[in-house]
């Protein structure tokens, strides 16, 4: 592993513990010429992924994708950094568990929707307005009416 600081390539682990349910692993290290630490993450790779977009292209699956738009609906909001990478991986979990080749960005969403209504009602209506494409405040409203629904 490189030292992102001086790029040397001897480093040493200083600390190893599993992260997401023991889906990650975090490991601590320790570059041996400047002394620096930083953290790093292993996940296993369980398949090749194709996202089905809704013009019926096909792209191989980014997990950064997802990040950026989650981040996008949590900006601004009281959910930790933890928390927010624990979402991360319980998002990316459950789209790979499901074990096929393709996905379409429509069941991603859903995943998605369903996992921020749980950990921020605001970032769920954030969410919710790009995904489900609201055209105007009746949209919005219809969405929120939902939440009564609880």
Do not use: H, W
């Not at 991360?88 to 096929?100: L, M, S």
Request: hydrophobic content about 30%; charged content about 40%.
């Amino acid at each position: 592993m490189n030292c992102p600081f001086c790029n040397n390539t001897e480093t040493k682990v200083v600390d190893s513990r599993e992260t997401n349910e023991g889906k990650i692993t975090r490991r601590r290290r320790e570059c041996l010429k400047c002394e620096s630490r930083f953290s790093t993450y292993e996940e296993i790779e369980l398949l090749r992924l194709s996202v089905l977009k809704k013009n019926g292209l096909k792209v191989d699956y980014d997990k950064s994708k997802i990040e950026t738009g989650v981040r996008k609906a949590l900006e601004k909001r009281p959910v930790t950094e933890e928390k927010i990478t624990q979402f991360i991986g319980e998002v990316e979990y459950e789209i790979r568990t499901k074990e096929k080749p393709e996905i379409s960005t429509r069941e991603i969403g859903k995943i998605i929707l369903k996992k921020l209504r749980e950990l921020d009602e605001v970032a769920y209506v954030r969410f919710a307005s790009v995904y489900k494409s609201f055209a105007n405040i009746e949209s919005f409203k219809r969405e929120l009416d939902t939440f009564d629904d609880k």
